[in-house]
């Protein structure tokens, strides 16, 4: 796989505040080069921002690109600079990419003059609210010692109206645990935000949070979370927290969704208002100097900058944080914490987030209590288990659309979804996109905002053909390549407005490019494989999220290679057949619905939260197929299992114990591992995993059964 993208982009356009909050990371944590910075950024910096990041998106081909305009207070710039600035990003970027333009401000000054701004641009805004009005105004006070609070909830009413809500992003809140945790979240919750972020106040080892320290509480910040965790349960989740939807998300095998927690790699950028490039600002909080990088636009572009050693040591997942959190069974949640909360003069950022104890608190709270302990029918019945994924992704499109409420492009689509879904022999159709292995990546990065709604967009339309579902739906689409998920790609001679007419005898597709003339548009159907058991593999070398595995997948084959390729494919698995009848009724047996082609000398893979999707070396060979297929299957399937449900206390020891004792098992008897000393390994990890089947849940201790058994019966 490809070096980690820059695709955030946070852009100071305006360097002073009218706020004079008392922890704030910008002018009051130990960095002060704001000081040096222009007030304003200028018409020539801006130029030549939208110039660099024009050139790194069309170098990396990047199909969404987010920035976030940002101070200081952005609001200070004024309308007409505004209005410049939204419109100068737009013009460079829009034609080459999706651009997701955001605003983070406190909304003192927010009027209609800006929202029409917002409007036209599509600009979504993040405010920032501390909580109630006791809350908020023990650090949010303006220069003059006032409150901030009631300007700041009339920006919010405004914001609410009908006719911008759809530009109305959250609200972040940064923690103080001298506040009333439930008071707080509920005066949040009753402003309607469409999702809450809770942040913890910028701290170091040198320079530790407020409420850390002799005589108080181990874990301050865990237990006040952990209030408003229960707080937001019991009002039955309204919106997302994006703190908790992360540990959630990560507990369960799935992606982080926050800088701040969780081993994905950075993508941030930050730009000042003098064009400089710095790291995350968070940094400012460790040391005087800590965020700078020497690079500015007028002498580099995006690329150097993603090479800076800063920005590579936050991309190393496991391998970027201390000892101490790589021995912590809680660190695939939590990833160390921010990494400017790492930060110790004695060694650097090589150390756990000072909020280690609260973290781990957090993340094991949350886990004891969403941990499903009851016997999940997926366990014993792969139908269950298709079903319970299918959910998952039904689910998640219920998330985007609230999400996506007020777009006009999607409020069409979604009358299309109702009424597929309203009848058996549609909603089937429906169904069959839902569960497309890659469509997940789509709808989870369409929680973000509208940047990937012209993919969700395309995907509607695919279930809607094969329905016969007669509608129109019309967006603007960014590159030239329309993919409908399941069907085939049209190739558009240049991005523009394309209108997708669907009919009883099939789809008619306009398009329209940027000087009004109409776009050529050619069709590459997805081609499939029958199987001797019935079954139907679909071949997709051409989905745009099927870079999925851990290794780089192939480009789009030629129709003669398709071919070939999907005849290889056929043959291993009736060679499959012939030495093992009666394998695709195993427990274990891959549900494989599509096969990925993948770049030489891969192997075989498995795509990550992809249920379904199998990765395939267009060289691979069938002796690796028959000996890694049945290793596969085991992994996929536990892998699946917990994403529906719980096979243990997650973030305990017992999860990896099942892992190493289904895979030592599976491992018995196939060349050309070690039979003996792979029954070895099985047979320890299952009894070190008796001694902590208090650890287990009802699904996790009949896996562990089932392991038992085969393991007798392999001793013979």
């Not at 659309?401 to 089937?428: F, I, R, Y």
């Not at 995907?459 to 603007?476: D, K, M, N, Q, Y």
Request: with cysteine; net charge negative; charged share 25%.
């Amino acid at each position: 796989m490809r070096d980690p993208a820059i695709q955030q982009l946070v852009l100071k356009i305006h360097s002073r505040c009218d706020l004079a909050c008392d922890h704030c990371y910008v002018y009051a944590a130990s960095d002060q080069s704001w000081r040096s910075r222009p007030t304003v950024i200028s018409e020539e910096t801006l130029d030549q921002v939208a110039l660099r990041l024009t050139e790194y998106v069309l170098a990396r081909n990047l199909e969404s690109v987010t920035c976030i305009l940002h101070g200081g207070e952005p609001l200070l710039v004024g309308p007409a600079r505004l209005r410049r600035i939204c419109a100068e990003l737009t013009r460079a970027l829009a034609p080459v990419t999706a651009l997701d333009l955001r605003m983070h401000t406190n909304a003192v000054r927010l009027n209609r003059d800006h929202l029409r701004i917002f409007d036209e641009f599509d600009v979504r805004v993040g405010v920032s609210l501390d909580g109630d009005r006791v809350a908020n105004d023990r650090h949010r006070l303006d220069r003059r010692g006032r409150s901030s609070y009631d300007r700041v909830l009339r920006a919010i009413d405004l914001l609410r109206l009908p006719e911008h809500r759809h530009l109305y992003q959250g609200l972040l809140c940064t923690v103080d645990v001298a506040n009333d945790p439930v008071a707080v979240h509920d005066a949040l919750t009753s402003l309607d935000p469409p999702r809450i972020d809770y942040l913890l106040p910028h701290s170091t080892w040198d320079s530790p949070p407020p409420g850390h320290g002799p005589g108080g509480p181990a874990t301050p910040y865990a237990d006040w979370l952990l209030k408003v965790f229960d707080r937001w349960e019991e009002q039955g989740r309204p919106m997302p927290v994006r703190t908790f939807e992360s540990v959630l998300s990560t507990l369960r095998g799935g992606p982080s969704l926050t800088e701040a927690l969780g081993l994905a790699p950075s993508d941030l950028a930050v730009i000042e208002t003098d064009g400089t490039f710095e790291q995350a600002d968070s940094l400012k909080t460790a040391y005087e100097g800590a965020p700078a990088t020497g690079y500015d636009v007028f002498r580099h572009g995006f690329a150097e900058f993603a090479e800076h050693p800063g920005v590579r040591a936050r991309q190393l997942g496991i391998a970027g944080v201390s000892d101490t959190c790589r021995r912590c069974p809680v660190v695939e949640s939590c990833g160390g914490g921010l990494y400017a909360h790492r930060y110790g003069g004695e060694k650097g950022f090589d150390n756990p987030s000072v909020f280690c104890a609260d973290l781990r608190g957090l993340i094991e709270g949350i886990a004891e209590r969403i941990t499903d302990r009851a016997l999940h029918p997926a366990v014993t019945d792969p139908d269950e288990l298709r079903l319970a994924q299918l959910k998952l992704d039904r689910d998640l499109l219920s998330t985007v659309n609230a999400e996506l409420s007020g777009h006009p492009d999607w409020k069409p689509a979604w009358q299309v979804l109702v009424e597929l879904d309203s009848d058996a022999a549609t909603a089937a159709h429906l169904n069959t996109v839902l569960a497309h292995p890659y469509l997940r990546a789509v709808l989870r990065r369409c929680l973000d905002g509208p940047a990937d709604l012209p993919r969700l967009l395309a995907a509607v339309t695919a279930a809607a053909v094969p329905a016969g579902t007669e509608t129109t739906l019309t967006w603007h689409q960014p590159d030239r390549d329309l993919h409908l998920p399941t069907l085939g790609t049209l190739r558009l001679s240049a991005p523009g407005q394309v209108e997708c007419a669907i009919t009883a005898t099939g789809l008619q597709v306009r398009g329209t490019g940027r000087g009004g003339g109409e776009l050529d548009i050619g069709w590459r159907p997805l081609e499939t494989i029958d199987l001797t058991d019935g079954r139907t593999l679909l071949l997709d070398d051409a989905d745009p999220y099927r870079d999925r595995f851990e290794t780089p997948v192939a480009d789009p084959l030629s129709p003669a290679d398709l071919a070939l390729f999907g005849e290889r494919v056929r043959a291993a698995h009736e060679a499959l057949d012939a030495r093992e009848p009666g394998w695709r009724e195993g427990a274990d047996a891959p549900l494989v619905t599509t096969v990925t082609p993948l770049a030489p000398g891969a192997g075989l893979r498995l795509a990550a939260h992809a249920f379904g999707a199998l990765g395939m070396a267009v060289d691979f060979r069938q002796d690796e197929f028959l000996r890694e297929l049945p290793l596969l299957g085991r992994r996929s399937r536990l892998a699946a299992l917990r994403e529906v449900t719980d096979l243990n206390v997650p973030g305990s020891a017992a999860g990896r114990l099942l892992d190493e004792a289904s895979e030592h098992l599976g491992r018995a008897g196939a060349a050309p591992y070690d039979t003996a000393a792979s029954l070895r390994r099985a047979r320890a990890a299952l009894g070190t995993l008796a001694s902590r089947r208090t650890e287990l849940t009802e699904s996790g201790a009949r896996l562990a059964d089932a392991l038992r058994a085969e393991l007798a019966v392999a001793d013979g």
